[in-house]
């Protein structure tokens, strides 16, 4: 074989060092799929959880007054073990009558600031950037789109419960 | 015996065949005190990483302990006030010195050929530099910063279609929680410094491979074909050694850079941390670091249509235009005189950033919670109802977005003598009605009580003797 001509050695010398080129360059990305996509699933998988939803007990039903509307706290669903007090989850609740309450959440639905509670005004008013809402949560001025978030609010066995859940983001169409 | 020791390293690791070559490079002679906010990035960046490290020994980055670290770093450990006080004004020093070079390199126009890459090598770093200014802020782990991040993932949900995964991807989950932290912790300290690194590291490779620019002169405008050849040849007549002919500036202003660092930190201290992060506290009132009030200025200020559009892509405009300016403009003039443009952009720029500064600072979009109540003096007036009235403007929050005499916030139009512009009917219908951004208070107000406030309002005039005297 080898008298035949020099170009066959040639040739085949060119055909051991473009295997070896392609073998080494597939075995690269097999090496570097088998890095990078365990992290790079367990680091995306928040954005796909389902939230999960629970019913949290508030407190007796008869420690709010009716019309009037307060901050309480409850623990919400989605947080690790080590979030410490930003486990919790802030809600507006008012009693409306013998048995109705609302819970409104905290977070304004322009870009999620904390909005307040003006009792006399009977206004709900962001710090960020001027929204106002009425007292049902609808948008009373400034740049809020949508009204003010809700929590389910249920009376069970004399207490007050919210479920708890995710507040939506303003776009977030399953709202 | 020290130099045999000297002598084996030096041949072995190639310090004098290597290194000092690379420090000896010749630059142009012209170079002087316009070229030395370069090198006090890189040095800033330098005490972030040492500090930064520091910090990372002692602090905690989990939901539960962070707060409590930072407290423990800030009131307890030996020198700690100072190491948190250097990482933050360090931080503003790598914001400021990175914008000042940029500005300097954009009006001498030092990134035309055949420094684009340098130029937009550079305008990454910037980026990832804001990023950093940014994650860091989460790390402090008290309500400012836990809210600012809500409002920043806000801002990433209004992506069209995959807002809500972004969103979803910064936060860790659905809210702000121990999850978002660690995430944010690992950004800043693997992931964005890592991009630092790569990036000086290719930023300064280019800087030995194009040379350092001269300064721009009228009568030498950057043509691609003779450029380099011309830049060798006056290099080789003028040019003197970075080391130590030119490098000596740029280590006295990193002097005062790291000394100004310092005396801050010593004397001024780290920012007080705020409340811890609570998401029940809602009397948190959000409001990032300085470098990016401007910003929070502008999101305060659109109008809602444009608002998304603006959030979104002034951003990624913004990085654009930096990044692609090179390619878009690569020869001609470099000399400021010549390039009116430039000098109109730095100026307007400059100029934007220092107004919306301090607009942000000032916040006039904000109700005001803490307002008092009018003072007797302002009210002038002994009818027990007009007092009351002035009571009912502050109690009905009218206080918290109106100025009365000073009193109040800035959002709606001053009312210090709105008797003299609307009559009681035109006051009545405004306040139950409502109007362009003011909320309807027809459901919140007694008649009676309306009555009141708009007496008090009539007082309000421009002419208050007369007013009583035409009540009298
Ligand atoms: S976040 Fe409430 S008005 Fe912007």
Redesign the interface.
């Known amino acids: 074989m080898s008298e035949q001509s020099e170009q066959p050695q040639t040739a085949g010398e060119d055909d051991r060092r473009g295997f070896f080129a392609k073998v080494s360059i597939i075995l690269s990305a097999v090496i570097g799929a088998g890095i990078t996509l365990p992290g790079l699933g367990f680091v ?1 998988a ?2 796909f ?1 389902r ?1 999960k939803q629970s019913w949290r007990r508030i407190g007796k039903v008869d420690d709010y007054e009716i019309g009037k509307t307060v ?3 409850f623990r ?1 669903d ?13 809600a507006w609740l008012r009693r409306v009558s013998e048995k109705d309450f609302i819970a409104f959440s ?2 304004c639905r ?7 509670w ?1 009792a ?4 709900f ?6 929204g ?1 809402y ?2 049902d949560g609808d948008v ?4 809020p ?1 949508e009204p003010l978030a809700r929590y389910e609010v249920r009376i069970k066995d004399g207490f007050v419960e919210i479920e708890t859940s ?2 939506p ?4 169409d399953q709202v | 015996m020290i130099g045999k020791i000297w002598s084996w390293i030096d041949d072995r690791t190639g310090f004098s065949d290597v290194v000092m070559p690379i420090m000896k490079h010749v630059v142009p002679d012209d170079a002087r005190w316009w070229y030395v906010f370069g090198s006090a990035t890189l040095c800033a960046f330098i005490v972030q990483v040492l500090t930064g490290i520091a910090l990372a020994m002692v602090y905690v980055p989990g939901g539960d302990a962070a707060y409590e670290s930072l407290k423990y770093i800030t009131e307890d450990a030996t020198l700690g006030f100072i190491v948190r006080g250097m990482h933050y004004y360090g931080a503003t020093a790598m914001v400021m010195m990175a914008v000042i070079h940029m500005t300097q390199v954009f009006l001498h126009a030092s990134y035309k050929y055949p420094r684009e890459m340098n130029w937009m090598s550079g305008v990454v770093l910037l980026f990832v530099v804001l990023g950093m200014a940014f994650t860091g802020q989460l790390l402090r782990w008290d309500a400012n910063g836990v809210w600012s991040v809500m409002v920043a993932a806000e801002m990433a949900g209004r992506v069209p279609f995959i807002g809500e995964y972004i969103a979803h991807f910064i936060l860790g989950g659905e809210t702000v929680g121990g999850s978002t932290l660690s995430r944010f912790f690992a950004i800043h300290v693997f992931i964005l410094p890592g991009l630092i690194f790569a990036g000086i590291g290719l930023h300064m490779w280019l800087i030995l491979r194009h040379g350092i620019s001269e300064m721009p002169k009228k009568n030498q405008p950057v043509e691609p074909e003779t450029y380099k050849e011309n830049y060798e040849k006056r290099l080789h007549k003028t040019g003197v050694p970075f080391w130590p002919d030119a490098m000596w500036r740029d280590v006295i202003f990193s002097t005062i850079v790291v000394g100004v660092i310092l005396a801050c930190s010593i004397f001024i201290g780290p920012p007080a941390l705020g409340p811890s992060p609570d998401p029940a506290n809602i009397h948190a009132n959000p409001m990032p670091d300085w470098y990016f009030w401007w910003y929070f200025a502008v999101l305060s200020m659109l109008p809602p249509a444009l608002e998304t559009y603006i959030i979104l892509g002034s951003p990624v405009l913004g990085f654009v235009i930096l990044f692609v300016l090179p390619l878009l403009s690569n020869k001609g003039q470099r000399a400021p005189s010549q390039r009116p443009w430039a000098v109109g952009t730095v100026i307007f720029g400059a100029t934007a950033f220092i107004v919306l500064t301090i607009y942000g600072y000032l916040k006039p979009w904000s109700p005001d919670f803490d307002v008092k109540p009018l003072p007797p003096e302002i009210v002038k007036s002994n009818d027990p109802k007009i007092q009351e009235g002035a009571l009912l403007v502050h109690q009905k929050g009218c206080l918290y977005c109106h100025d009365i005499d000073g009193y109040g916030g800035h959002r709606g139009p001053v009312l210090s003598d709105i008797g003299s512009r609307l009559d009681r009917g035109e006051l009545v219908i405004r306040i139950s009605n409502g109007g362009y951004n003011m909320p309807s208070f027809a459901a919140s107000l007694t008649a009676v009580e309306m009555d009141k406030m708009v007496d008090f309002l009539l007082t309000r005039t421009d002419h208050p003797q007369e007013e009583e005297k035409a009540d009298n």
């Open positions: 995306l928040p954005v959880a939230p901050t309480v706290e919400d989605v947080s690790v073990k080590w979030a410490g007090v930003t486990a919790m989850t802030g905290i977070n322009h870009l999620g600031c904390p909005v307040n003006v006399d005004a009977k206004l008013m962001c710090p960020c950037h001027g106002v009425y007292e009373a001025a400034g740049p789109p995710s507040v983001l303003t776009t977030n």
